[in-house]
Each structure stands twice: as C-alpha cells, then as structure tokens.
C-alpha cells in the first residue's frame, strides 16, 4: 500500500477504508473484512455512532493496533475546547485504543478556533498522532491559521471527478495540508457516469477502480466505502494498472463544479 507524508512524517496510507452509514452492529465485521482484504486505514467519526462495532472490529482482526492508522472526527454539537477533549476520550473510550492516528473537525462552525486548540492540545500531549479538519474552505482554513500554533495536517473534503475542489487542493498543497477525499465514488453517482465506464472497459478495470485510481494519480488520500466483500477487495486493487493523459483530460470533461454533498457554508446540523 502507498502512503502519503504529512507534514510531521507521520505516513497515512492513501486508500483507506470509510464507515459512514455502516450500523454500530455491522461495522465490527466491515472493519474486519478490510482488514483481512489488505486495508490498514480506517475512517470513522463518532456522528457515524459506529465507533463501538469499528474498535470491536479492529481487535478482532487481530492486526497490530500500531499497524492501522486510525481516524474520528469531532462532531458540530461537541465543539469548544473543554466539550472537544470530552468527546476525543469518549471516541477512544468507544473505539477501545489509547490513541488515534488522526482526529479531525467535521465540519467548520463558529467554535472552530477553540476546538482547534483542544486538538493541539491533544496532539501536543500524545493522544493523537496528527490532527486536521474536514469540509474547510479557504476562508475557514485562514481564519484557523490567524491562531493556530499547528497547522493541520490534512482536510478531508467531498472530492470527485465531479467536484475535483481545485482552488482547496492548490491551497492546501501550499500550506503542505495533505488532501484526503470523501465520496470518491460519487456515493454511487460514478456508476453511471459513460466516460468512466468507457476508460474502466479501456483498462479492463472497473468504474469504482478508475475512480479510485484518479484520487490516487492526484496524490489525494482517499477512503472508499463498502459493506460487500467483492468490493471493498477491489476497490483496493488499483496498483496494476495507470491512467494516462488522455484518460486523465476525458476525466476531466466530468467537472461540472456540483457537490453531492452538502455546502460547508450552508450546514445546518
Ligand atoms: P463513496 O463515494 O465511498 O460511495 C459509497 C457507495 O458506493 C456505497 O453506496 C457503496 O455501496 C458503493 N460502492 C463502493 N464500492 C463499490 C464498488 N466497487 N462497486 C459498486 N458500488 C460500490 O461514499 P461515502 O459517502 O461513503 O464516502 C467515503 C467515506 O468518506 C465515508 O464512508 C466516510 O468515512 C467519509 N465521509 C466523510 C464525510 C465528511 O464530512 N468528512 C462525509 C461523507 C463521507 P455498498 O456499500 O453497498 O457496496
């Protein structure tokens, strides 16, 4: 598996496994199922209340806790500096490990600043071996950076072929933030997407792999979803193959500028 370097050199393996919308009750036998399939990366937060059966999971595989980097998020509702170390312990606490690999904000909101100093806070004294944050813009990143001490080390955003978030990337490249992508597979839109079909046909890949594989060529982390064996094995599969510049260019024609998800400045949860 490839990782990428953040900033402080810790290695965070660049196709990871995401959790979101997987039940607390079948996540253990998800996680484990990754792990047995090769992932060592785990993304999970404590909104997707699946961190129980994601630590349950962990331990069951058997695999080394320091051989899997392992990523929560802080949610909206349990932002500020007292509230956020409060909810780092109850994630541990339900993961069942001393310590994450990366903990991250969810989603920008007014306590940024004072969450952010409870995450160095954290990282600082060792509990946490990277921190960053999630779904942040330029303006949000540069309101954080006029307080941090640390500037984090990743912002995981929506990022698709679709959506392929330019001005953050080129932003965050500058500031040495690793990018780290959410629904790299359009949360199933790419499906029916022709060109990604044509290029997959081209390769004789698939379409979930193509799309993986073009996170992978722009040097972006990226942690595809999936409950079903066949597909968390081969969305894992994409080191046998490489897009070139004329799959690249046709993938481009996909941009369209459209978030699937929501817009970080329009959140109301
Ligand atoms: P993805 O883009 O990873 O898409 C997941 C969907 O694709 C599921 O419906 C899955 O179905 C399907 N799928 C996966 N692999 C295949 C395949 N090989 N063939 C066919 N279908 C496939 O969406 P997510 O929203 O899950 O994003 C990935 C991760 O990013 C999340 O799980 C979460 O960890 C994180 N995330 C972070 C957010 C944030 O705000 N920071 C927001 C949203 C997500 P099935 O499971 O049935 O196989």
Same mark, same amino acid.
């Given at each position: 598996m490839i990782s990428l370097k953040l900033s402080n050199g810790i290695e965070i393996p660049q196709i990871g496994f995401g959790t979101f919308e997987i039940p607390d009750d079948t996540a253990a036998e998800a996680v484990k199922t990754a792990l047995e399939a090769g992932y060592r990366h785990i993304d999970t937060a404590a909104i997707y209340r699946n961190e129980n059966?994601?630590?349950?999971?962990?331990?069951?595989?058997?695999?080394?806790?320091?051989?899997?980097? #392992?990523?929560?998020?802080?949610?909206?509702? @349990?932002?500020? =500096?007292?509230?956020?170390? +409060?909810?780092?312990?109850? *994630?541990?606490?339900?993961?069942?490990?001393? =310590? #994450? @690999?990366? =903990? #991250?904000?969810?989603?920008? +909101?007014?306590?940024?600043?004072?969450?952010?100093?409870?995450?160095? +806070?954290? =990282?600082?004294?060792?509990?946490?071996? *990277?921190?960053?944050?999630?779904?942040?813009?330029?303006?949000?990143?540069?309101?954080?950076?006029t307080e941090a001490e640390i500037i984090p080390m990743i912002n995981q955003v929506e990022l698709h072929p679709q959506f392929p978030q330019k001005e953050i990337r080129k932003y965050c490249m500058e500031k040495g933030i690793i990018v780290e992508a959410w629904a790299s597979l359009m949360q199933g839109q790419i499906f029916d997407k022709k060109i990604v079909i044509q290029i997959a046909e081209k390769h004789g890949k698939t379409v979930s792999q193509v799309g993986i594989r073009w996170a992978v060529q722009n040097g972006i982390v990226t942690i595809p979803k999936s409950t079903h064996i066949q597909r968390i094995k081969e969305n894992l599969n994409v080191f046998d193959f490489e897009l070139d510049q004329d799959d690249m260019l046709k993938m481009e024609e996909l941009n369209k500028g459209i978030r699937i998800g929501r817009d970080p400045d329009k959140i109301d949860f």
């Open positions: 059966g994601v630590g349950k999971g962990i331990k069951e595989s058997g695999i080394p806790r320091n051989e899997i980097f #392992l990523t929560s998020k802080l949610w909206n509702d @349990d932002q500020g =500096y007292d509230t956020a170390l +409060k909810a780092f312990d109850e *994630s541990l606490k339900k993961l069942g490990t001393d =310590y #994450l @690999d990366l =903990y #991250l904000i969810h989603w920008p +909101k007014a306590k940024n600043k004072e969450s952010w100093k409870a995450l160095e +806070k954290l =990282y600082k004294d060792g509990r946490v071996k *990277s921190i960053g944050v999630s779904n942040f813009k330029e303006h949000h990143l540069d309101d954080l950076l």
